[in-house]
């Protein structure tokens, strides 16, 4: 992914226009740090691209803009590091780049995740030959892997690493959701615990 800035401020209540990239719904600066990464994960899949403001001085707006392709530097706009400060743009960019930071970081650790789990998937659905997700038994083995999933387990002989290049919250979500998943199943099935509990409650009635 590669992040841009727009090479002049924009006044306040005036959308610029690029033939790369749309400004339509542009995300405040300030509202980054707690900004759903859910959306974000959307508005990257969907759009192809993230858009961002920052409300500047005198009434005047500064855009930046991730895009998953690369493309040369122009008049309009240029490739923002995230490092690089000139003097004319240093104290906009200070407090953007603070932000933007934060937010790449953990937004290449969700990127890095789904890729993960999109593998982990992948695999489990070509070796039961099954391509619904919502399967049951696609669903017990991706909660039994689940559960396998440390700081180093394996997986059919391959290293599974979680570290910081992992968004562990979106692995125990995921995890989460699967297990209650498997548990109502398990507890509704006609050996189940609850399948039972709901039969003599309904042969109760029924003898009443």
């Known amino acids: 992914m590669y992040l841009y800035r727009l090479s002049e401020y924009i006044p306040v209540g005036t959308t610029p226009t690029l033939p790369i990239v749309s400004f339509e719904n542009s995300i405040d600066m300030s509202r980054v740090p707690t900004y759903p990464m859910d959306e974000m994960e959307r508005l990257w899949k969907e759009e192809k691209q993230i858009t961002f403001v920052l409300h500047y001085l005198d009434g005047n707006d500064v855009y930046y803009f991730l895009l998953p392709t690369d493309h040369p530097d122009t008049t309009n706009y240029w490739h923002h590091e995230l490092?690089?400060?000139?003097l004319k743009w240093h104290h906009c960019d200070f407090y953007s780049n603070r932000i933007l930071e934060r937010f790449l970081g953990r937004f290449k650790r969700r990127l890095h995740t789904r890729s993960f789990l999109s593998d982990i998937y992948l695999q489990i659905q070509h070796e039961l030959n099954i391509t619904d997700e919502n399967d049951m038994r696609f669903q017990e083995v991706l909660y039994e892997t689940l559960c396998t999933i440390r700081i180093e387990s394996?997986?059919?002989n391959q290293l599974i690493q979680i570290d910081d290049l992992h968004d562990r919250e979106l692995i125990q979500r995921v995890?989460?959701?699967v297990r209650e998943n498997v548990e109502m199943e398990r507890r509704y099935r006609p050996d189940g615990e609850g399948f039972m509990e709901a039969q003599?409650?309904?042969?109760?009635?029924s003898r009443s």
Not at 83 to 86: F, G, S
Not at 200 to 205: A, H
């Open 83 to 86: 490092t690089n400060q000139t």
């Open 154 to 156: 394996s997986y059919h």
């Open 200 to 205: 003599q409650s309904f042969e109760k009635i």
């Open 175 to 177: 995890r989460d959701e």
